[in-house]
């Protein structure tokens, strides 16, 4: 019979309540009948286990509303915690959360991990021992760290290529003496919005980051959307003209190689007087350039990194240099059409824009998106797509690496339902 | 605390069940534990009611593999059917499937479905009660009608306006006697080519759809990836040209307005030796010119159909006409770029090729989508998306569509968990 052999996706019941306790605050084992759709007896064996675990307890009970006041449940906030870390050429952000995903500490160090990974990874166990000691957090109830980074948490920067075959999260793993969560710093970057209580109801929700490269990250219903190889929301990638300039990845005319921040760097550099005036260094070897050769855009040469230097060219925009006006609402104009085409194909309702570079150029980014996405939206009597800057940029990748450590380890997606082939069994005669 | 009030998305172990067992062909109980990580008790329980329900029987044993032998299940084909009507401008084609999704009978009916949407639902109605008494097949083991096509099932041409207000499907639902369940017609042929077996092991399809438009239907899993609104895969508004022309969507350079079906018509018919040559008719009223006040491209004159002509250009380029075969390899150049796109964004790993558009024109557009993949990917080091032309382009949407009825009537999706307000309960101090 045809059809592939698999089943639909699905979660385990117990990944479901905690997620509704965690949404709702306090709830009685009725609501979460209620909320969830499984019977009472579901409801009640996973309370049951969810207490043992210490990471559910209950509270009171609710005013009573006619019948008998029912006995209400929340999370224990204390009972576990988790480190992120976001490794990004601008520096390294920290963050401590409780079970609910609450920053209970949190530091950066302006510093891109060093060029040695085993000194990066030193310094970063360093870190997180002096952020759960600081907090007065038992070492025990640390569920895990979090890396996240452009490349995955493998690398600070795509462009030390020297770093590829170095197991950063194994090697962390063993300094830290914790599970180690490796990820992509877009997708934590949605997380901790979401998570962080910032982007409210949601259906399909994205997260544009725009560091050195430019990349989404996708939550459905507040699951991540990895696609086929966890690599979706590739926007640096949307092609925004076919006869446009090579990329790195091999196509023409990405929104990488024609806007992203490493081609504005290029571009102020070509100019004499808007280099001079912004004061940026001259392109160095390794990522900096974006050529066809290279990785993603840039930051790969030593002194200051590609995202320093288009925050650079911002601060001169701001003092009224009319050239680096120009790039920077050039380069908006063109993610603003790739973000157009992520909402058509995705069917967002909600978008949120961080990362260092929108954090320090959304004045320029957030009102050329917004007027895309309305008139685009507003002719095809589509839903709108609310855009926002991040409230949170600086934070939000590590808090969303925190989160994923605790949704791994607490609440881990059930695999994917797969059919082994030893499954399928032919059939003898049915006896008759 | 934080974060939206929904927990995780899941489906019913009835819908796991149903689907692990449609996959496997036969299975023992033991076979659907292994599969789906339920309870042995959950999967008797779940098994017995699919019995009872007569959706499910006992079909022999499986060879005694040492232990006792294992009695096996299957879908009992027979027990369910239901019907698909794809409307589109090249004509109506109806599908009768069994349970399994399995083609019982079918036909086409070479008919745009007419002007008038009374007449429309009527003939419908006539040809779907045909199918099945010619099938002889008895009417209360049907489960439905699927209803898709280029605007959700509400009217067989974007152009007709006037059917806008008709409720077509109720309409429908009263003519037959039976419910309707409307749809996209890419989600559809996207079902219908994983129903029918024909896209084997995969976690991110698309079907790339091209009729009088250009959109796609995503599964995930095989589950329909619905987007916010519905609108997932809008693949026709991807901007290739930030300063292209006006879409009638209101945006710039979508691939729809650049180098879909309607604008190769229109650059055709500019072209007077080539109008002969092909035998175009000149432009119609209604939808035909693709300007910005108009839905999506073509096909609201009476006469041949915007999809018909660019059937007609297609066949002049086959016959040796330069100027045609030049203007349909740039359109591919076009659709190849955006489907890039949609790749890149959705992380796919396979991709078919399908709807009338590509059907008749697949050899050129297919080398030219695989090209631009290959290139791009490979590049990236990234795992390689497979490209292929349906091998079902003709019926797919419309097997898709009695799927539809099938997933809805048998194995619904569980509404997604939703926190209502008033279960989040103010807590009263805990008696101490």
Redesign the interface.
């Known amino acids: 019979?045809?059809?592939?052999?698999?089943?639909?996706?699905?979660?385990t019941s117990r990944?479901?309540?905690l997620?509704?306790i965690?949404?709702?605050?306090?709830?009685?084992r009725a609501?979460l009948v209620?909320?969830?759709?499984f019977t009472g007896a579901t409801i009640s064996t996973v309370v049951r286990a969810l207490i043992d675990d210490g990471l559910v307890r209950?509270?009171?009970?609710?005013?009573s509303t006619g019948g008998k006041?029912?006995v209400?449940l929340?999370?224990d906030h204390g009972a576990r915690y988790a480190v992120g870390v976001h490794l990004d050429p601008m520096g390294v952000t920290y963050a401590l959360t409780d079970l609910?995903?609450?920053v209970v500490s949190r530091v950066t160090r302006a510093d891109a991990g060093g060029d040695d990974p085993a000194a990066m990874v030193a310094r970063t166990a360093r870190q997180v021992d002096a952020l759960v000691e600081g907090a007065g957090v038992e070492r025990d109830r640390v569920l895990g760290v979090g890396l996240v980074s452009a490349t995955g948490g493998a690398r600070p920067l795509p462009s030390m290529r020297h770093w590829a075959h170095f197991p950063v999260a194994e090697e962390l793993e063993r300094a830290c003496g914790l599970p180690v969560v490796p990820g992509n710093d877009a997708t934590a970057a949605a997380l901790g919005e979401?998570?962080?209580?910032?982007?409210?109801?949601?259906?399909?929700f994205a997260a544009v980051y725009m560091g050195t490269g430019i990349g989404?990250g996708i939550l459905?219903?507040?699951?991540p959307?990895?696609?086929?190889?966890?690599?979706?929301?590739?926007?640096g990638?949307?092609?925004?003209?076919?006869d446009g300039p090579p990329c790195?990845?091999?196509?023409r005319?990405c929104v990488e190689a024609l806007a992203g921040p490493a081609a504005v760097v290029r571009a102020a550099r070509a100019d004499a007087g808007l280099a001079r005036a912004a004061e940026l260094g001259a392109a160095g070897a390794g990522g900096a350039d974006g050529g066809p050769t290279d990785g993603p855009g840039g930051g790969g040469r030593a002194g200051r990194s590609e995202a320093a230097e288009f925050a650079a060219v911002v601060r001169a925009a701001r003092r009224g240099e009319p050239t680096a006006r120009a790039l920077l609402e050039r380069s908006a104009?063109?993610l603003a059409?790739?973000v157009?085409?992520?909402a058509?194909?995705?069917?967002?309702?909600l978008l949120v824009l961080t990362g260092p570079g929108l954090a320090v150029a959304g004045s320029v980014y957030l009102p050329a998106i917004r007027s895309?996405l309305e008139?685009?939206?507003?002719?095809?009597a589509?839903?709108p797509v609310e855009v926002r800057l991040s409230a949170s940029a600086a934070t939000a990748p590590a808090i969303g690496a925190a989160t994923m450590v605790l949704q791994s380890r607490l609440?881990p997606?059930?695999?994917?339902?797969?059919?082994?082939e030893d499954?399928?069994?032919?059939?003898?005669?049915?006896?008759r």
Do not use: K
């Open positions: 019979m045809g059809g592939p052999s698999r089943a639909t996706p699905h979660t990944a479901a309540v997620d509704v965690r949404a709702a605050g306090t709830i009685s609501g209620a909320a969830t759709g209950e509270t009171g009970r609710a005013e006041p029912r209400l929340q999370l609910t995903g609450a979401y998570w962080s209580g910032g982007v409210g109801e949601t259906s399909v989404a459905v219903d507040g699951i959307y990895h696609g086929a190889s966890g690599n979706a929301g590739e926007i990638h949307v092609c925004l003209d076919v790195w990845c091999g196509a005319g104009r063109y059409a790739a157009r085409t992520l058509n194909v995705m069917d967002l309702d895309e008139g685009a939206f507003f002719a095809r589509s839903h609440v997606l059930r695999p994917r339902v797969r059919l082994p499954l399928s069994e032919s059939a003898a005669p049915a006896p």
